[in-house]
């Protein structure tokens, strides 16, 4: 059973688009996260729930909201999309908030 | 200046060898210290998790912190072809209530 399950895998779109990307865990913790990496594989936190409430809120343009329907689920929606916004996105969870954390496989967005 | 500092290599190592990666970081409160691996096309992996100075044996793998030095390292023994991957190392202080990532050393054991 995967613990944090991410969808879609891939994501190729035009700018200007909207998209969303789900995210599920099933591990029980209470904290979830996304975060940005780069083509320099440097992960960098976006957002920060614990129990559905929004706890971090890097420096990310307002274009990415992050929306927590329950403590399992935490989904990343982004509006007009730019260029700039292409790279790996991974969510993860963790028990509290200074507990390791488990990461999905990632969404790979392209912006065409 | 970056808060963890990781030297992003390439390393590339015989099978067999033992490996040493490094990360060293400015704030004196982080707390906790971990290693995670990550295969390509796929999310980072937790491999080792420590609180204290001192070294943390898993297996193959050994965590060593030096808060006094600030600096930690991963030690692989007899590494395989399957340790191929991207190491990151990434560290918690209360005082930010997040982890703070190093950008990862990238190595390859060569058969």
């Known amino acids: 059973d995967t613990a944090v399950s991410q969808t879609p895998k891939y994501l190729v779109t035009q700018m200007g688009n909207d998209k969303s990307i789900k995210c599920e865990q099933n591990?029980?913790?209470?904290?979830m996260y996304w975060y940005k990496q780069d083509s320099k594989k440097f992960l960098k936190i976006m957002f920060s729930y614990n129990n559905k409430e929004l706890i971090i809120n890097e420096t990310v343009p307002n274009r990415f909201s992050p929306k927590s329907p329950d403590k399992a689920h935490l989904n990343l929606h982004i509006n007009s999309l730019e260029l700039g916004d292409s790279a790996v996105y991974f969510c993860a969870s963790s028990r509290q908030e200074d507990q390791p954390q488990h990461f999905g496989d990632g969404t790979r967005l392209s912006i065409l | 200046q970056k808060e963890v500092e990781q030297d992003p290599g390439p390393l590339s190592v015989p099978e067999g060898a033992i490996v040493s990666l490094n990360c060293t970081y400015s704030n004196s409160a982080f707390q906790y210290f971990m290693w995670y691996r990550q295969y390509s096309r796929k999310g980072p992996e937790l491999l080792m998790y420590?609180?204290?100075?001192g070294n943390k044996e898993d297996g193959r793998f050994t965590a060593q912190v030096d808060k006094s030095s600030k600096y930690i390292s991963l030690f692989i023994r007899d590494s395989q072809p399957s340790d191929s991957a991207t190491y990151l190392c990434a560290m918690w202080a209360n005082t930010g209530n997040q982890f703070y990532f190093g950008t990862g050393t990238s190595l390859t054991v060569i058969p």
């Open positions: 420590t609180y204290s100075s």
């Open positions: 591990l029980g913790h209470d904290t």
